[in-house]
């Protein structure tokens, strides 16, 4: 098992655990121990025009797409 799928395995643990109390403040407490867990998967690094492109999704240019990027 790769760390990665431990650290998944680990939040959702956690997040079952956050599904059975009662307490708002003890759900939150696992809930943010789940995120910690998920926090330490590793990304895929992200190439330039993969950057731009999230860029562009998140914040928009405003320009129309073409017939050929559609």
Known sequence: MSK????????A??????DKVVSDTDKAAWLQVAHGWLALIRQPRQSAS???????????????KSDAEH
């Not at 990665?4 to 939040?11: L, V």
């Not at 643990?13 to 956050?18: G, I, K, V």
């Open 4 to 11: 990665d799928d431990e650290y998944r395995r680990r939040a």
């Open 13 to 18: 643990e956690a997040q079952t655990m956050a």
């Open 50 to 64: 993969d950057k731009f492109d999230a860029a562009e999704s998140n914040q928009g240019t405003h320009q129309t």
